[in-house]
């Protein structure tokens, strides 16, 4: 996925694993599944968790929604 990563994690809060996808090691958002139709669902974390360094937030429009229909299709195969 080139400079986009995704990570699974169990926020305590969740009854599910849910999974967060990264550019150049800076969250952009969390991926979870736990509306009780299964939908799945997006949160942006547009200035939380920031990194010290600065990271260009700026990045092809197409990778991204790669990198989002990977980790959605990643999380569908994982059961509750």
Request: aromatic letters at 10%; proline letters at 2%; one cysteine or more.
């Amino acid at each position: 996925m080139g400079s986009f990563s995704t990570d699974f994690v169990s926020p305590t809060n969740f009854d599910s694993l849910a999974v967060e996808i990264s550019y150049d090691s800076q969250i952009l958002c969390r991926i979870d599944k736990e509306r009780a139709d299964g939908t799945l669902e997006i949160e942006f974390f547009h200035e939380a968790r920031l990194l010290a360094h600065d990271v260009n937030m700026k990045f092809p429009v197409l990778e991204f929604m790669r990198a989002v229909e990977e980790a959605c299709i990643d999380l569908q195969e994982i059961r509750s």
